[in-house]
């Protein structure tokens, strides 16, 4: 199963960017979705997550209030969000599908964000 991110890139402190990860139909519409995100020399860690339907949406303390998860069942994408960022999360963004079918995860390859201060 391949899940294929876009968006990254380099933008500037207090700047915007929106990720997207688009999934096979038959994995998006059964998994709740998620976002990581791994900086140099650090462990991979947990951004925001929403449930298969859209109803029930978490975060990371560190992004609360500036990141927002959504999908769109229709396009099998979902898409992160990210305002006022910091040099701080200049990562690697991971998109991940947790499927409650199977009780399989899987992972795309990662988009690169580099945010400048």
């Known amino acids: 199963v391949q899940l294929v991110e876009s968006g990254g890139g380099l933008v500037q402190a207090g700047g915007s960017l929106r990720l997207s990860c688009e999934a096979p139909?038959?994995?998006?519409?059964?998994?709740?979705m998620g976002w990581f995100r791994q900086a140099p020399g650090k462990e991979r860690e947990f951004v925001a997550r929403?449930?298969?339907?859209?109803?029930?949406?978490y975060y990371a303390d560190s992004v609360q209030g500036r990141f927002t998860i959504s999908r769109d069942n229709a396009k099998n994408t979902v898409y992160l969000q990210m305002n006022s960022l910091k040099s701080e999360d200049t990562a690697v963004y991971y998109c991940?599908?947790?499927?409650?079918?199977?009780?399989?995860?899987?992972w795309g390859k990662g988009t690169l964000v580099t945010v400048s201060s």
């Open positions: 991940k599908a947790e499927s409650t079918v199977l009780d399989v995860d899987y």
């Open positions: 929403i449930s298969w339907d859209g109803t029930s949406r």
């Open positions: 139909r038959r994995t998006f519409s059964n998994s709740a």
